[in-house]
């Protein structure tokens, strides 16, 4: 049964809009030498200047690269961008530089003081500096893949169109579907945790000695012993988002608005006070870790399936008002559960989540979205069936000795190796010279391909 904003939709037959959300991704991978080690070579030289190269930076390390795809109005394309654009990293890499494909860091020194905060002018630096203080240095180092999407505008008119009378503007429109699709995500967290959680096992010295967990974990990145802030906020409405922050940072908890670092962040004015006014242009999803099983940390199908949720959350109906803060409560508690069981053991919300994929089925069914969807649901719903089939219980096949090292160097160098063979198929970019519009497009171009998992 669908919302009403959801019957709108789907009487106006513009379905087919509602699951155009434009995507964007950002890809932390963290550089490394062929021997597993955090690379000692500086940020490479031919991609220009990382505190103002719009595709290519770094995050927290100097050694985290983060690659930054164009927004894509298809999955594949915003594929084709990461592909392009990781390529364009590697091709920049210092001779035996690796990229290292799992979330948790690789091996990192006993003496973290050691490690280099990434070169973002003395302001970021200084937050960092201070960041490190309060949560130490293992927590900043994990990695991950981020989904900024964004609604179709044309939804938006719709629904202001037809429900003027809810809505006092364009604004109050996008903030409240925003905050509906981003309490949809939060809410079943734990769910896409399970499904994609690719974190089991810690590398030496990211724990310090005595507080590591005493099993391998669907997902540490996803769990309290993963990344920074636990602060949660409220997703109630924008303005509550903006208030739980702001008083975060009055309190001490936060040292900044940006110190927010939740699964689901609200995006738009630089000045997060002004978001409520200006309205939300997009959501940063922060719950996926990275996919090994790719060389650029997640799968085409990955994406479709964070599209058919959010289409789901939008046409569906959602939490009241008075019942948000505590079901997200709930959730986060769901989450924790799930991200600390044992990779190979049956889910504890198991029945739950095989009710809601069966939900997913029948709205993808009732929009004819087509088989590529009904295969992903599929291949999904095994993996709750049969936890070994999950991505964490996949690694664990490779760990020798609580480690994955020789698996993550396995896949680094495998990937390397396919990306520069890729590139010199062309007269491609001039080491000398910073990464230039025509090289992107370049790389964009014989971005088109994409490396099987390994068996």
């Known amino acids: 049964m669908f919302s009403r904003i959801g019957q709108l939709i789907f009487n106006h037959g513009v379905v087919a809009k509602t699951s155009n959300f434009t995507m964007g991704l950002e890809i932390e991978m963290q550089r490394i030498d062929e021997t597993g080690n955090l690379s000692s070579e500086p940020y490479p030289a031919s991609i220009g200047d990382e505190k103002t190269n719009p595709w290519i930076t770094n995050d927290y390390l100097e050694t985290m690269s983060e690659v930054v795809t164009p927004p894509a109005h298809h999955a594949l394309d915003a594929m084709h961008y990461l592909y392009g654009i990781?390529?364009?990293?590697?091709?920049?890499?210092?001779?035996?530089?690796?990229?290292?494909?799992?979330?948790?860091?690789?091996?990192?020194?006993?003496?973290?003081?050691?490690?280099?905060?990434?070169?973002?002018?003395?302001?970021?630096?200084?937050?960092?500096?201070?960041w490190t203080k309060r949560h130490g240095y293992s927590e900043g180092t994990p990695c991950g893949a981020h989904i900024n999407l964004s609604i179709n505008p044309e939804v938006i008119d719709l629904v202001l169109e037809h429900f003027p009378t809810d809505f006092k503007d364009r604004v109050a429109v996008q903030n409240y579907l925003y905050a509906v699709v981003a309490q949809g995500f939060l809410r079943y967290r734990w769910l896409i945790t399970y499904l994609f959680g690719a974190s089991p096992l810690a590398e030496k010295n990211y724990f310090e000695p005595g507080q590591e967990p005493k099993q391998a974990l669907r997902s540490i990145r996803q769990s309290s012993h993963g990344f920074g802030t636990k602060f949660s906020g409220r997703f109630t409405n924008v303005q509550d988002y903006v208030d739980a922050i702001e008083k975060g940072?009055?309190?001490?908890?936060?040292?900044?608005?940006?110190?927010?670092?939740?699964?689901?962040?609200?995006?738009?004015?630089?000045?997060?006070?002004?978001?409520?006014?200006?309205?939300?242009?997009?959501?940063?999803?922060?719950?996926?870790?990275?996919?090994?099983?790719?060389?650029?940390?997640i799968r085409t199908d990955t994406l479709r399936f964070i599209r058919l949720l959010a289409s789901y959350f939008i046409m569906n109906p959602g939490l009241r008002?008075?019942?948000?803060?505590?079901?997200?409560?709930?959730?986060?508690?769901?989450?924790?559960?799930?991200?600390?069981?044992?990779?190979?053991?049956?889910?504890?919300?198991?029945?739950?989540?095989?009710?809601?994929?069966?939900?997913?089925?029948?709205?993808?069914?009732?929009?004819?979205?087509?088989?590529?969807?009904?295969?992903?649901?599929?291949?999904?719903?095994?993996?709750?069936?049969?936890p070994l089939t999950t991505p964490s219980a996949k690694l664990l096949n490779y760990a020798q000795d609580g480690s994955l090292e020789n698996y993550a160097l396995r896949r680094a160098k495998h990937y390397q190796t396919a990306a520069l063979e890729s590139i010199h198929q062309f007269d491609g970019f001039d080491d000398d010279q910073p990464m230039s519009a025509e090289d992107l497009k370049k790389a964009l171009f014989y971005g088109n391909w994409e490396l099987s998992v390994e068996n």
């Open 249 to 297: 940072v009055k309190q001490g908890i936060l040292i900044s608005d940006y110190e927010f670092h939740g699964a689901v962040r609200f995006k738009g004015n630089k000045n997060l006070k002004e978001l409520p006014k200006t309205g939300v242009q997009y959501l940063e999803l922060r719950m996926l870790d990275l996919d090994p099983s790719s060389s650029v940390g």
């Open 321 to 386: 008002a008075n019942e948000v803060d505590r079901a997200l409560e709930t959730a986060n508690q769901m989450n924790e559960v799930v991200s600390t069981e044992e990779p190979n053991t049956i889910c504890h919300y198991q029945s739950k989540a095989l009710a809601f994929l069966r939900s997913l089925d029948r709205f993808a069914n009732q929009l004819q979205l087509g088989p590529e969807y009904q295969e992903i649901l599929s291949d999904l719903t095994d993996r709750v069936e049969n």
């Open 86 to 130: 990781n390529n364009a990293l590697r091709s920049a890499l210092a001779p035996g530089e690796l990229l290292w494909p799992l979330s948790m860091p690789p091996k990192l020194p006993k003496d973290k003081s050691t490690l280099q905060f990434a070169k973002m002018g003395p302001a970021k630096e200084a937050y960092l500096k201070e």
